[in-house]
C-alpha cells in the first residue's frame, strides 16, 4: 500500500474529479463528490490529515494506489 501524501482538499477534489467525480453539493468548508453509487466527503482544509484521506477513499471505493497513481498523473 503506497503512503498517502499530504495534500489540501482542494487537491484532494482535483485528482477524484480526474477519477470521474463530481461535486454534487457543498455545505461550509465539506465537499460531497459522487460517482454513480459511490460518494464521498472532502473537508477544504490547506492541509488533510492521512487518516481523514483515507477515510474519504474507502467512502468513495478508490484504492489509495489508484489515487496515488492519478496524483502524479500515470492515470
Same mark, same amino acid.
Not at 453539493?25 to 487518516?51: D, F, M, T, Y
Not at 477513499?57 to 500515470?74: M, S
Given at each position: 500500500?503506497?503512503? =498517502?501524501? +499530504?495534500?489540501?482538499?482542494?487537491?484532494? /477534489?482535483?485528482?477524484?474529479?480526474? @477519477?470521474?467525480?463530481?461535486?454534487? %453539493?457543498?455545505?461550509?468548508?465539506?465537499?460531497? =463528490?459522487? +460517482?454513480?453509487?459511490?460518494?464521498?466527503? /472532502?473537508?477544504?482544509?490547506?492541509? @488533510?490529515?492521512?487518516?481523514?484521506? %483515507?477515510?474519504?477513499?474507502?467512502?468513495?471505493?478508490?484504492?489509495?494506489?489508484?489515487?496515488?497513481?492519478?496524483?502524479?498523473?500515470?492515470?
Amino acid at each position: 500500500m503506497p503512503k =498517502l501524501p +499530504r495534500i489540501s482538499g482542494e487537491r484532494a /477534489i482535483a485528482v477524484l474529479e480526474h @477519477l470521474g467525480f463530481r461535486k454534487a %453539493r457543498q455545505r461550509g468548508s465539506h465537499v460531497v =463528490l459522487r +460517482r454513480g453509487e459511490s460518494g464521498c466527503v /472532502i473537508p477544504l482544509h490547506k492541509k @488533510l490529515a492521512v487518516g481523514t484521506l %483515507r477515510s474519504a477513499l474507502r467512502q468513495a471505493a478508490v484504492t489509495p494506489e489508484e489515487f496515488v497513481d492519478a496524483l502524479e498523473g500515470r492515470l
